[in-house]
């Protein structure tokens, strides 16, 4: 069974840090690329970064870039989201996905709350 | 950036309704154009991808179709469990970009 499951996400103040961690298992990991996407409380779905199979090529959306780094470990599996410099406009909840064009399956999310 | 642009919002059919969604790209995208289904508190499930095929175990009820700026989702004949937020998607060009969703609701 095709598995991801997201875990780092919690309560954070503006300006802090964290690193939200997908753990990926029922698929051969190096074969596909991977996503970060968003859906912030009540909102629609944002698209926040893409890693390739091989972590050579990476991409954001602007209002990320520069705070967030994306990576991935092929030896254990996962997929990783830096957060720098977080923003209220950041709180999300954040789903891990598999692929870079079309995103199936996906994890059960990790909320991100950013609060003073 | 591409704007995926979807009506209507929302809507409301019986049971055994046909259901269209349609979505539009601020520019042509070929066939660059994904659908999910996300159910309340779940994650998105894909249904459609490049714009037709449908996704291995997805309802055969479900169907895609268009090409360059304008697509469309149907449910053939809706069924309860098809209550949910229905989403576009392109895979054109990065970023990736979604629609703002369709809720759609049983009469």
């Known amino acids: 069974e095709v598995q991801l499951v997201e875990s780092g996400g919690g309560v954070v103040r503006p300006g802090g840090s964290l690193r939200l961690s997908c753990a990926v298992s029922?698929?051969?990991?190096?074969?596909?690329?991977l996503s970060w996407i968003r859906q912030a409380p009540g909102k629609g779905l944002e698209w926040v970064s893409g890693?390739?199979?091989?972590?050579?090529?990476?991409r954001y959306i602007d209002s990320v870039k520069g705070r967030f780094t994306i990576s991935r470990d092929n030896a254990t599996n996962s997929l990783y989201l830096q957060m720098t410099s977080l923003r209220g406009e950041d709180t999300a909840v954040y789903f891990c996905?598999?692929?870079?064009?079309?995103?199936?399956?996906w994890g059960q999310g990790t909320p991100v709350t950013v609060s003073s | 950036d591409i704007q995926m642009t979807q009506s209507p919002s929302s809507l409301s059919a019986s049971v055994g309704d046909r259901v269209t969604i349609t979505c539009r790209a601020s520019?042509?995208?070929?066939?660059?154009l994904n659908w999910y289904q996300q159910k309340p508190g779940r994650a998105p499930k894909v249904l459609i991808y490049a714009a037709s095929s449908l996704q291995s175990g997805v309802p055969s009820r479900f169907s895609g179709s268009g090409s360059g700026t304008e697509f469309t989702l149907t449910i053939s004949s809706l069924q309860p469990e098809d209550c949910a937020t229905y989403y576009c998607?392109?895979?054109?060009?990065?970023?990736?970009?979604f629609g703002q969703g369709t809720k759609v609701e049983i009469k």
């Open positions: 996905a598999r692929g870079g064009n079309w995103f199936d399956p």
């Open positions: 029922g698929f051969t990991f190096d074969d596909y690329a």
């Open positions: 998607q392109q895979s054109y060009s990065t970023p990736r970009t």
């Open positions: 520019q042509g995208i070929t066939t660059y």
């Open positions: 890693i390739k199979w091989n972590g050579g090529t990476t």
